[in-house]
């Protein structure tokens, strides 16, 4: 049995990672990666919940947040390649036409 | 029938409701000339004939009233308006004084616009000439006749609009247009001083008809009461005065009349004689109860006109422009007035007021005839010898002269020797001596006008002859200025003057010698051809050129009034008010700045915010 702290650990280094990914990539792609890593470590976090309660909660919360994951990767690319065919890039420091 | 007849006809009462007409002829005939553009001949026809229609009606009255002292005649349009307390009606009320005030009016002001018929024949705004110029009657009428404070307050603004108008008149030149905008602005400064005088008045006596606050005045602040009463009054008739002394161009207001002369010469001759600078004398003439209550105020006229006099009078001496010495000698002359209504003689002051207007309306509309004969030349030391040329015109002058420098046996000699009888009757023998001064500058200065222009050798062949029209009210108007030797009789009973004091034989033979000697000296001293020439002395120089600038007046009022102000206007150009809303201003767009830099667009500095700001929240959570 591994250790419940390594677990945590392992959770927040992905959401780091995923957090970086996210401030730092300017292909909007990868910063949809990104955010895929972090839910995934939010993910990983329930799951190790739920084992070490002996709680079945957290994993029917897994199937939740991966269908959620699942829809909005759906919307989330078609946007992005809404935005391809009008801008031919996907660099977000291009696309600031929101600027106020 | 018959002798009902008869017995009008003695009488010859005629209806009061006339006087109406007096100065509606000149309103309406006005109106027309503003708002319909007839043919020339209707214009002179109406300019001309409404006039002449009001003149003959004060005609009639004069002859209805002759003889009689204790008269009045009311007459009016009923009530203009009526707030609580204050009643106000468009009332006429005629009686001595208004009589003589719209014989003089009409009488001077017809032939006048008889003259200009022939003055401004040339010029392409007739119409708009004489549509201000009945206006400017109008409005004096109507100043003259009213039966309350408000209504003389209406004419006398009309009075100031109508000035303004006509001395701008050749609105093209921008001289003419500052000169206009002086003597508007400076007489304002009177005016203002009467309207605040009037707000006094009402509040002291609660009326403003100019009968019963006479005699609410004495009720309320009668002599011997007390000090504070007594200084209210001085306090109102010092701020009528303040009107009087702006319209009448006395110290200190005195600068704008020299300058009014850019306007056409008949208008001049109507300023002068008929309208406008009579309106102050005539305003303290009205309320002489009202100013005998207050003995300070009556010793300021006294004291102002004594000043003014002698003031506009040396001014007259070095003038080169012939119109603008008339302007200094008209200013002295109603400082005579003023002199006149300060030592209580209020009816010799009208009855100068009176000859003035015949002898000024004279000077000035051959004035008139003689610029108009030599090319628009003003300087009189490049005129000289027209006195055979224009012998009418000469005759005119000689005869005007004559009756400012009041030789013996004219108008002006028994009008300025009854001045200077009351001033002796009231005492002041200090101001005896500075009228007897003035009447000898006076002189001096008429007889030079006349040498310099009509003697010795002919600088300029005169090109004009003037027309007939113009002759005609010349030689008219040469007749009450010789012959107008008696007072009004009504005037005497409306305001009795002090008693008689008897004359010694000084103040008897001097005031006659006076000028006669005056002019001596003038003649001899043109023989020498001193006037006109170089004067050698700088001191003496100098002199000259204060007396030139009329004693530097326009050069303090410059530096004391309009340059502050203007310095005020430069620095103020920014508005200083504004200065602070600005920095307001300033201080929001500054903010907005700073709040708008975060709404940049750019979805990593927006992640990234979120990122920092939940990193520091949760902190914060778990730290505390």
Not at chain 2, 120 to 134: G, I, K, P, V
Request: with cysteine; glycine share 8%; net charge neutral.
């Amino acid at each position: 049995m591994i250790s419940i702290h390594w677990l945590l650990f392992l959770s927040l280094a992905l959401f780091s990672i995923g957090v970086y990914g996210v401030v730092a990539r300017r292909n909007l792609l990868f910063i949809l990666l990104s955010l895929e890593i972090m839910l995934n470590a939010v993910v990983l976090l329930f799951i190790a919940g739920s084992s070490f309660h002996g709680n079945p909660d957290g994993q029917i919360m897994y199937l939740l947040i991966l269908t959620l994951a699942a829809s909005e990767v759906a919307v989330g690319l078609g946007l992005v390649i809404h935005m391809y065919r009008q801008h031919h890039t996907l660099d977000v420091d291009k696309l600031s036409q929101l600027r106020g | 029938m018959l002798t009902n007849f008869l017995s009008y006809g003695v009488d010859m009462q005629i209806p009061d409701s006339l006087l109406m007409l007096i100065p509606l002829l000149p309103f309406v005939s006005s109106l027309i000339l503003i708002f319909v553009n007839p043919p020339k001949k209707i214009v002179t026809l109406l300019g001309v004939g409404s006039v002449g229609c009001a003149a003959l009606i004060a005609l009639l009255f004069n002859i209805s009233l002759w003889g009689q002292t204790d008269y009045v005649i009311k007459a009016g349009f009923g009530n203009w308006m009526t707030i609580d307390k204050l009643v106000i009606n468009f009332d006429f009320y005629l009686d001595a004084l208004s009589l003589v005030m719209i014989s003089i009016i009409t009488g001077v002001g017809f032939f006048i616009h008889l003259y200009s018929t022939g003055f401004m024949d040339e010029d392409t705004d007739y119409r708009r000439y004489f549509a201000y110029l009945n206006m400017f009657v109008s409005a004096m009428l109507v100043l003259v006749l009213a039966d309350n404070m408000l209504l003389l307050y209406l004419g006398w603004e009309g009075v100031g609009l109508c000035s303004y108008l006509l001395i701008g008149f050749w609105y093209k030149n921008r001289d003419n247009n500052m000169a206009a905008n002086k003597a508007f602005l400076m007489t304002r400064i009177g005016d203002t001083g009467m309207a605040i005088g009037l707000f006094l008045l009402f509040y002291q006596l609660g009326t403003l008809n100019i009968q019963d606050m006479q005699t609410q005045a004495v009720a309320v602040w009668a002599p011997g009461s007390d000090l504070q009463g007594n200084s209210m009054a001085t306090l109102c008739c010092l701020l009528l005065l303040a009107g009087a002394v702006g319209k009448s161009a006395q110290l200190p207001l005195q600068n704008w009349l020299p300058d009014a002369m850019a306007g056409p010469t008949p208008v001049s001759a109507l300023i002068h004689a008929a309208t406008m600078v009579t309106a102050g004398v005539y305003l303290i003439a009205r309320n002489t109860q009202l100013f005998q209550l207050s003995p300070d105020a009556m010793f300021v006229v006294a004291l102002v006109g004594t000043c003014t006099l002698l003031l506009a009078a040396t001014a007259a001496m070095v003038q080169n422009d012939v119109k603008r010495i008339l302007a200094y000698s008209t200013i002295s002359q109603i400082g005579y007035m003023f002199l006149a209504l300060g030592v209580g003689a209020g009816s010799v002051a009208v009855f100068h007021l009176m000859t003035h207007a015949f002898f000024k309306a004279l000077l000035f509309l051959s004035a008139g005839a003689l610029i108009y004969s030599v090319h628009h030349e003003h300087n009189i030391f490049k005129m000289g010898g027209l006195l055979k040329k224009l012998p009418v015109v000469a005759a005119s002058f000689a005869v005007g002269c004559a009756a400012l420098a009041s030789l013996p046996f004219t108008s002006g000699f028994f009008s300025k020797e009854s001045i200077l009888e009351k001033i002796v009757d009231s005492g002041h023998t200090e101001l005896w001596w500075a009228a007897v001064i003035g009447a000898f500058i006076t002189a001096f200065y008429s007889g030079r006008l006349f040498f310099v222009v009509f003697l010795g050798k002919m600088q300029q062949e005169p090109n004009h002859t003037p027309t007939k029209t113009m002759h005609i009210a010349l030689l008219v108007l040469i007749v009450p200025s010789i012959f107008a030797w008696m007072q009004p009789q009504g005037l005497i009973a409306l305001m009795p003057g002090l008693p008689s004091k008897g004359l010694s034989d000084l103040q008897h033979w001097l005031p006659i010698f006076t000028p006669i000697a005056a002019l001596m000296l003038a003649f001899g001293l043109y023989r020498a051809n001193f006037f006109g020439s170089e004067l050698k002395s700088p001191a003496l120089q100098s002199i000259h050129q204060l007396l030139k600038s009329g004693w530097g007046f326009d050069f303090i009022y410059h530096h004391l009034f309009v340059l502050p102000f203007k310095w005020l206007c430069h620095i103020n150009r920014n508005d200083i008010i504004d200065l602070f809303y600005r920095r307001l201003e300033d201080t929001a767009r500054l903010m907005h700045g700073f709040v708008t830099g975060f709404q940049n667009g750019r979805l990593r500095s927006y992640s990234a915010s979120l990122v920092l700001f939940c990193v520091l929240a949760i902190s914060w959570v778990v730290l505390k």
